[in-house]
């Protein structure tokens, strides 16, 4: 079993407080995770502009947040952007809220756990590159996070699709894509297959 590098434990603790927009979404009305969305958009996108254009300011937070950038983002924009934006498409397209709700759970836990079950136990390689087990480990995750909002043949549909998306190699930021493309095919899938429990 190899070792998981610390700085990959902390991004992927970091995904975990994609659980705020999750419980935002859920208890609070539409409009006010959209505007919260926006403005935590906002302030990040301040901070990037100020962390490109101040070198002192870049140098504090890559060594003082170490982790939670990745090396190669020391001169660009960090994921954080690319998440929050993400779910903010996500929740102005899609409707239904449990699609929603899925999508953001998909990317709590799916995508923490695929990279780290991954890092830590992935032998074997996909189509994709990534790993099986780590692909497995997402499989599990996103059923089991399914099973709270869905009965079990839609719970395990959606973890199907939501592992196939997440263990595509996406060019740009895959936090950004697979909250927007995993809620648009469980919207799809609703049309034709019986979800509520």
């Known amino acids: 079993m190899a070792t998981i590098p610390k700085d990959e434990i902390k991004r992927k603790g970091f995904h975990l407080l994609t659980l705020i927009y999750v419980f935002g979404y859920w208890y609070l009305e539409k409009p006010v995770v959209v505007w919260g969305l926006a403005i935590a958009i906002f302030v ?36 954080l952007i690319w998440t929050l934006l993400g779910a903010l ?11 929603v ?4 759970l998909y990317l709590a836990f799916g995508d923490s756990v695929a990279a780290l079950a991954g890092k830590s136990f992935g032998r074997h390689k996909s189509f994709a ?3 099986v087990e780590g692909s497995i480990a997402c499989f599990i995750a996103c ?13 395990f549909a959606g973890a199907l699709i939501a592992t196939i998306v997440e263990s595509i190699p996406w060019k740009m930021n895959d936090n950004f894509w697979m ?5 648009g095919l469980l919207t799809l899938l609703s049309g034709v297959m019986i979800w509520a429990k």
């Open 44 to 79: 990040v996108a301040m901070l990037e502009f100020l962390r490109f254009k101040v070198p002192a300011c870049n140098n504090f937070f890559c060594k003082n947040f170490k982790g939670f950038y990745r090396p190669e983002e020391a001169d660009k924009i960090s994921g």
């Open 89 to 99: 498409i996500t929740a102005l397209i899609f409707p239904n809220r449990y699609m």
């Open 101 to 104: 709700m899925a999508s953001f």
């Open 129 to 131: 590159g990534k790993s």
């Open 143 to 155: 059923f089991i996070a399914g099973l709270f909002l869905f009965n079990w043949k839609f719970a």
């Open 179 to 183: 909250q927007i493309i995993n809620a």
